[in-house]
Nanobody, 124 residues
Framework: QPQLVESGGGLEQPGGSLRLSCAVS????????IGWLRQAPGKDREGVSC????????YYSESVKGRFTVSRDNAKNTVYLQMNSLKPEDTAVYYC?????????????????WGQGTQVSVSS
């Protein structure tokens, strides 16, 4: 059974940084794409970033492009989301999810298994 466990969330001030980790098990991380998605209070879940298994390409939503960086360490079975220049509107529960394809998607309905999420709060 695939499992994904997020960590690294917390409370940060605007302009600060956090690094989220997604530890995976039960499947071969080398073969599949991983996405980061978030759900802010009162809003729909949205795709934030994705890293492709096919060629390691990365994708970002317009709202985080230039501030967030996704990376993967297949040897450690872990995917990371480095979040810099945080804004209050980044406040959300952040999820990592696996898509059993080699290509990326930012559509939340195209992911097969999800982690339990980690809370990120950005406030002064």
């Amino acid at each position: 059974q695939p499992q994904l466990v997020e960590s690294g969330g917390g409370l940060e001030q605007p302009g600060g940084s956090l690094r989220l980790s997604c530890a995976v098990s039960g499947f071969n991380l080398d073969l599949y794409s991983i996405g980061w998605l978030r759900q802010a209070p009162g809003k729909d879940r949205e795709g934030v970033s994705c890293i492709s298994a096919r060629d390691g390409r990365t994708y970002y939503s317009e709202s985080v492009k230039g501030r967030f960086t996704v990376s993967r360490d297949n040897a450690k079975n872990t995917v990371y989301l480095q979040m810099n220049s945080l804004k209050p509107e980044d406040t959300a529960v952040y999820y990592c999810a696996v898509r059993f394809r080699t290509t990326c998607s930012m559509r939340i309905d195209e992911y097969d298994f999800w982690g339990q999420g980690t809370q990120v709060s950005v406030s002064s």
